[in-house]
């Protein structure tokens, strides 16, 4: 049977669950630990690669971890980890797109669907992007509302915030 391990990270904006694939990419980074969204993690996972298994293994996010670790510090606006996304065709063409907004900037749900060539796909777009298995990496805190406000964000508004300053945006307005 396929496992999916994990670790947790403690970073700036709470625990961090890193899951890796059965192939050994990472597949998964969830807000808090792993316990408390066990029944979430575990229904993800059966869908997406037939298993509800998960198991902790420290050690097992090597890069992934030094590189969020190294994005919190400061150290890296690039990530390079292997990923194993699963979704479906649209989802993943609107991960890839995400993958293109540069590390300090922000664009607008509208920008991705006209990137897509589906200029009329902006709610489509915001639900692949509410889906994203790997926030922070897939950098979906960098997509805010068509007025240039703060929208809704897994994580919760304040850790966009601060994923947004962290890269030197001006957050929700400010200086």
């Not at 670790?69 to 649209?90: C, K, M, N, V």
Request: aromatic residues 10%; hydrophobic residues 40%; charged residues 20%.
């Amino acid at each position: 049977m396929d496992i999916i391990r994990y670790e947790e990270l403690s970073s700036p904006i709470g625990t961090l669950t890193l899951g890796i694939s059965p192939s050994g990419a990472l597949c998964q980074i969830d807000f808090g630990p792993f316990e408390s969204n066990r029944l979430t993690l575990e229904a993800w996972s059966k869908r997406w690669f037939g298993t509800s298994c998960w198991e902790p293994d420290a050690g097992s996010a090597g890069q992934a971890r030094e590189e969020l670790e190294a994005y919190f510090a400061g150290q890296l606006d690039r990530f390079t980890t292997p990923l194993e996304l699963r979704g479906t065709s649209f989802q993943l063409s609107v991960w890839d797109a995400l993958r293109t907004v540069p590390f300090g900037t922000v664009c607008a749900y509208k920008d991705i669907a006209e990137r897509l060539g589906a200029p009329k796909a902006v709610r489509a777009v915001g639900g692949a992007n509410n889906r994203n298995p790997v926030p922070i990496i897939v950098p979906c805190h960098r997509v805010i509302g068509a007025g240039g406000g703060m929208v809704g964000y897994g994580g919760g508004l304040e850790v966009k915030t601060f994923l947004l300053r962290l890269e030197g945006h001006a957050a929700g307005g400010e200086a």
